[in-house]
C-alpha cells in the first residue's frame, strides 16, 4: 500500500535530482528511461553555480561532467540525473499502480497510534 497525504499533485518540488544508486533502482524497476527521458537533455550542463545573488557575484562552481547521459561509469551502469520532481512522481505513480498487488491512497494518513506502551 502507498499511503499520500496529498492528492499526489507538486506545488513546491523537494527534489531535482537523482544519484546513480537511485537510477539503479529505477533501472530495476524498469523506468530508467521514462526518468532520463523526462529530466533534462543529456546535453544540458549540470555545473552548480554558487553566487551572492541570482545577478551576483560567483563564489564558487562545480562541474559534474559525470551527470547525465547514458553511458555506465567506472563504478556503476548508470549516471546520476536531474528529473524534477514534479516529473518523477508521476512516473513513479503509473510504475506503483502497475502492480495488482499495490493499492495507492492519496489524500490519507496514519493517525496515532491507539495502542499503549507499558510503564
Request: charged share 25%.
Amino acid at each position: 500500500m502507498l499511503v499520500e497525504q496529498g492528492d499526489g499533485t507538486i506545488a513546491h518540488p523537494r527534489a531535482n535530482a537523482e544519484n546513480a544508486r537511485t537510477m539503479e533502482f529505477f533501472r530495476r524497476l524498469g523506468i530508467a528511461d521514462k526518468v532520463r527521458e523526462a529530466g533534462t537533455p543529456e546535453d544540458y550542463p549540470h555545473t552548480v553555480l554558487y553566487l551572492t545573488a541570482l545577478t551576483g557575484f560567483e563564489i564558487a562552481r562545480i562541474e559534474r561532467p559525470g551527470h547525465g547521459g547514458r553511458a555506465p561509469t567506472a563504478i556503476s551502469p548508470e549516471r546520476p540525473q536531474r528529473c524534477n520532481q514534479l516529473w518523477l512522481d508521476p512516473i513513479l505513480r503509473e510504475r506503483a499502480m502497475s502492480f495488482p498487488s499495490v493499492t495507492v491512497r492519496l489524500n490519507c494518513r496514519f493517525g496515532p497510534s491507539s495502542r499503549t506502551t507499558p510503564a
